[in-house]
């Protein structure tokens, strides 16, 4: 059974880097073709999708983060990684990895989850 | 400001059937299928419905879905207290070339 783990620094300061790992068990991200996907929930609010990564490498982001994401995978760990660089309090957020239902879906469909993770920006 | 619109809220009674809309535009729902989720707070996203009216293995089949041009939503009949959640619709957007998601709406079983 898959499941997906998200793990980091609980708090990040301003302007500083916020660095996620997701770790895949019950399966592997190098040897499918999904799209792994990052999605973050600030308190109170809604779902944002940050960005999601083929294991070829093919990359997709939120074209309002495009310029401070950066998702990879390691496939010889199984884990994804996201970095979002310059963050401000406008970061904190719940992050989420997800995994869609089919090879290749990009449709906005994530049906298996991790439980996510807090991370605050204060200083 | 979502991409997709959303009503914030909806309400319904026990039995009682519910519809949520979520509009969208040429670029999202207009030309990609829609998904739904399913989010009780303090929980993961739970998917609902996927390309417009597919039920992944568990969803009841009081949940249901539809789309009509730039327009898609998600129908629960047999409303049930459980059913008291966040729910969210999703597409992929041609001119984003992004995943969008609707603001969501707060459903409350009276």
């Known amino acids: 059974q898959l499941q997906l783990r998200e793990s980091g620094p609980g708090l990040v300061k301003p302007s500083e880097t916020l660095s996620l790992t997701c770790t895949v068990s019950?399966?592997?991200?190098?040897?499918?073709?999904?799209?792994w996907g990052w999605i973050r929930q600030p308190p109170g609010k809604g779902l944002e999708w940050i960005g999601s990564?083929?294991?070829?490498?093919?990359?997709y982001y939120s074209p309002s983060l495009k310029s401070r994401v950066t998702i990879s995978g390691d496939t010889s760990r199984d884990q994804l990684s996201l970095k979002l660089s310059s963050v401000t309090a406008a970061d904190t957020a719940v992050y989420y990895c997800a995994r869609p239902p089919h090879y290749y879906d990009r449709t906005g469909a994530f049906d298996i989850w991790g439980q996510g993770t807090m991370v605050t920006v204060s200083s | 400001q979502s991409v997709l619109t959303q009503p914030p809220s909806a309400s319904g009674t026990p039995g009682q059937r519910v519809t949520i809309f979520c509009s969208g535009s040429?670029?999202?729902?207009?030309?990609?299928?829609v998904n739904w989720y399913q989010q009780v707070p303090g929980t993961a996203p739970k998917l609902l419905i996927s390309?417009?009216?597919q039920r992944p293995s568990g969803v009841p089949d009081r949940f249901s879905g539809s789309k009509s041009g730039t327009s898609a939503s998600l129908a629960i009949s047999g409303l049930q207290s459980e059913d008291e959640a966040d729910y969210y619709c999703a597409a992929w957007d041609d001119s984003l070339n992004a995943v969008v998601f609707g603001g969501g709406t707060k459903l409350t079983v009276l």
């Open positions: 990564l083929h294991y070829s490498g093919n990359t």
């Open positions: 040429s670029s999202n729902i207009g030309s990609n299928s």
């Open positions: 390309s417009n009216n």
């Open positions: 019950g399966g592997s991200i190098g040897s499918t073709s999904y799209y």
